[in-house]
């Protein structure tokens, strides 16, 4: 596929139509002449069926969600998008059923009670989640009947399409493999205090937890109000995310389970304690939550030196040039740099990352399941369109003022989620799990680092293994009976 996106990308045209006032926009239409990008991916068995027999062509499907991905564009964005297919290629459209996002489930469990299903929603895990427990309760269908999953086109995404399985069937349709935290940083605070750049030593692989830890403690002063690391999920970058592991899993035979006595997650636990106990985090007062530098705003006090690495996502750092000199800090300076979370010393040498996964699922009732799976493969075409990923390429180096290095390292930590899928299943558990989850995950930042790891295993093992229990209880009877969660 790589060699497939190097060939010469087209020339485009686009004419962005965007609508003033109002908090909606109307969708921004683009005219692009891709029959060369078409041709390059119909090489490697790649492309949409003919909107002449396709099934759920010229239908208008209901997106039940929180956020408008289809009429609310900035006006700056001009993006090609599967959306901007579905309607041009196919004559679909989409109508926007909006909820709140704190009621999403309830109001979705209410309108499937009422027969007024919509069609789809966001999927995912963490924010967008909808799995296990939405699915268990037959809030959505299976969208195996609608795909094939043996096409080329979800060839890239199919370690993501895995994580929402029950039994054989799957209740995601992943569009887009992204990788969620990694360690942005300013250079010219780095070079100020004699450090070595993160970036350099990953390039050398030598950017590893001991090197994040001993710059951290060198730079950490809380007295001159100086925290080494800030971010909303410092725990679970050092535990989980940077080790592949993660806390609640799956075993082999599809089962979940509470995965506390893993070494490898202990091992970065110890990381969070050190980091906790020496007081490295950020904090107000005896808040220890470890997420709120000024207000919750990401990166800030980075670009002061007050703050050595607010971990975050590409979608937290990628701002405007004006926001960026507020927060990470001047990017026509080239001081903003990132580079993948660090890796275990004594691991398997190999750099994790946690993937995000984008994509929708289809509710159980909705009245047109075929077009919300037409829309998904516009979606997934788009990804590896090469005419688009050269406008988003643009964007990000035009908009955002990200270098050729900054560049071929978002390449780099795309490479390694999409290789590696792993991720969390947080986000739509039991509300028992999910409590227990959360106590282990911030127990050590919270205390600041007066629970240790074996002390936190402890006094949540008992509940976890239980709510597991409970879950996979759950799954047996869907699978063997077809009952729903209560």
Same mark, same amino acid.
């Given at each position: 596929?790589?060699?497939?996106?190097?060939?010469?990308?087209?020339?485009?045209?686009?004419?962005?139509?965007?609508?003033?006032?109002?908090?909606?926009?109307?969708?921004?239409?683009?005219?692009?002449?891709?029959?060369?990008?078409?041709?390059?991916?119909?090489? $490697?068995?790649?492309?949409?069926?003919?909107?002449?027999?396709?099934?759920?062509?010229?239908?208008?499907?209901?997106?039940?969600?929180?956020?408008?991905?289809?009429?609310?564009?900035?006006?700056?964005?001009?993006?090609?998008?599967?959306?901007?297919?579905?309607?041009?290629?196919?004559?679909? *459209?989409?109508?926007?059923? @909006?909820?709140?996002?704190? @009621?999403?489930?309830?109001?979705?469990?209410?309108? %499937?009670?009422?027969?007024?299903?919509?069609?789809?929603?966001?999927? /995912?895990?963490?924010?967008?989640?909808?799995?296990?427990?939405?699915?268990?309760?037959?809030?959505?269908?299976?969208? *195996?009947?609608?795909?094939?999953?043996?096409?080329?086109?979800?060839?890239?995404? =199919?370690?993501?399409?895995?994580?929402?399985?029950?039994?054989?069937?799957?209740? $995601?349709?992943?569009?887009?493999? /992204?990788?969620?935290?990694?360690?942005?940083?300013?250079?010219?605070?780095?070079?100020?205090?004699?450090?070595?750049?993160?970036?350099?030593?990953?390039?050398?692989?030598?950017?590893?937890?001991?090197?994040?830890?001993?710059m951290c403690l060198e730079f950490n002063d809380p007295d001159s109000d100086r925290f080494a690391v800030d971010g909303y999920y410092i725990a679970s970058?050092?535990?989980?995310?940077?080790?592949?592991?993660?806390?609640?899993?799956?075993?082999?035979?599809?089962?979940?389970?509470?995965?506390?006595?893993?070494?490898?997650?202990?091992?970065?636990?110890?990381?969070?304690?050190? %980091? $906790?106990?020496?007081?490295?985090?950020?904090?107000?007062?005896?808040?220890?939550? /470890?997420?709120?530098?000024? !207000? !919750?705003?990401?990166?800030?006090?980075? #670009?002061?030196?007050?703050?050595?690495?607010?971990?975050?996502?590409?979608?937290?750092?990628?701002?405007?040039?004006?926001? =960026?000199?507020?927060?990470?800090?001047?990017?026509?300076?080239?001081?903003? =740099?990132?580079?993948? %979370?660090?890796?275990?010393?004594?691991?398997?040498?190999?750099?994790?990352?946690?993937?995000?996964?984008?994509?929708?699922?289809?509710?159980?009732?909705?009245?047109?399941?075929?077009?919300?799976?037409? %829309?998904?493969?516009?979606?997934?075409?788009? *990804?590896?369109?090469?005419?688009?990923?050269?406008?988003?390429?643009?964007?990000?180096?035009?908009?955002?003022?990200?270098?050729?290095?900054?560049?071929?390292?978002?390449?780099?930590?795309?490479?390694?989620?999409?290789?590696?899928? #792993?991720?969390?299943?947080?986000?739509?558990?039991?509300?028992?799990?999910?409590?227990?989850?959360?106590?282990?995950?911030?127990?050590?930042?919270?205390?600041?680092?007066?629970?240790?790891?074996?002390?936190?295993?402890?006094?949540?093992?008992?509940?976890?293994?239980?709510?597991?229990?409970? =879950?996979? $209880?759950?799954?047996?009877?869907?699978?063997?009976? /077809?009952?729903?969660?209560?």
């Amino acid at each position: 596929m790589k060699k497939i996106l190097s060939l010469a990308l087209v020339l485009l045209m686009i004419v962005a139509l965007v609508g003033c006032g109002g908090r909606k926009r109307k969708p921004i239409q683009l005219t692009l002449n891709s029959e060369d990008s078409a041709a390059i991916l119909a090489a $490697a068995g790649i492309q949409l069926p003919d909107p002449e027999t396709v099934v759920g062509a010229n239908t208008t499907l209901k997106w039940f969600s929180w956020f408008d991905s289809f009429h609310n564009y900035n006006k700056e964005e001009v993006l090609a998008t599967g959306y901007w297919t579905f309607q041009q290629k196919y004559g679909g *459209d989409v109508e926007y059923v @909006e909820t709140v996002y704190a @009621e999403r489930h309830d109001k979705l469990a209410a309108l %499937l009670l009422s027969n007024e299903a919509p069609d789809f929603t966001p999927c /995912g895990v963490s924010n967008n989640a909808m799995y296990p427990i939405d699915c268990l309760k037959g809030m959505y269908q299976a969208v *195996d009947p609608y795909i094939d999953i043996t096409d080329p086109l979800w060839e890239g995404v =199919m370690g993501g399409l895995d994580y929402f399985t029950l039994g054989d069937q799957h209740f $995601a349709l992943v569009t887009h493999i /992204g990788y969620k935290d990694v360690c942005p940083y300013n250079r010219r605070v780095l070079d100020d205090w004699g450090f070595e750049d993160p970036a350099e030593l990953y390039a050398n692989d030598e950017w590893t937890w001991s090197k994040f830890l001993d710059m951290c403690l060198e730079f950490n002063d809380p007295d001159s109000d100086r925290f080494a690391v800030d971010g909303y999920y410092i725990a679970s970058s050092f535990a989980e995310q940077s080790t592949g592991h993660y806390i609640i899993d799956r075993d082999e035979n599809g089962n979940f389970i509470a995965n506390l006595d893993d070494p490898v997650i202990e091992e970065g636990e110890n990381i969070v304690y050190e %980091l $906790a106990r020496n007081d490295c985090m950020y904090r107000i007062g005896n808040d220890y939550w /470890g997420l709120n530098s000024y !207000g !919750g705003t990401p990166g800030m006090r980075v #670009k002061d030196g007050l703050c050595l690495f607010w971990l975050n996502s590409r979608y937290g750092f990628a701002k405007v040039p004006e926001e =960026m000199a507020q927060t990470y800090g001047d990017m026509s300076q080239n001081e903003v =740099m990132f580079a993948p %979370l660090p890796r275990n010393d004594n691991g398997d040498g190999i750099y994790y990352l946690s993937a995000v996964l984008d994509g929708y699922s289809i509710v159980r009732g909705a009245q047109n399941p075929e077009g919300v799976a037409l %829309l998904a493969l516009c979606d997934r075409f788009k *990804d590896v369109d090469p005419t688009v990923i050269s406008v988003d390429e643009r964007q990000l180096m035009e908009k955002y003022y990200w270098t050729e290095e900054m560049m071929a390292m978002n390449e780099e930590c795309n490479r390694i989620a999409q290789s590696n899928v #792993k991720t969390f299943y947080t986000g739509n558990l039991s509300s028992g799990l999910q409590s227990a989850y959360d106590s282990l995950d911030f127990g050590i930042i919270r205390t600041g680092g007066k629970n240790s790891w074996a002390q936190l295993k402890e006094q949540y093992a008992e509940n976890m293994s239980y709510y597991c229990d409970e =879950m996979n $209880a759950a799954m047996n009877t869907y699978l063997t009976t /077809g009952e729903y969660m209560t």
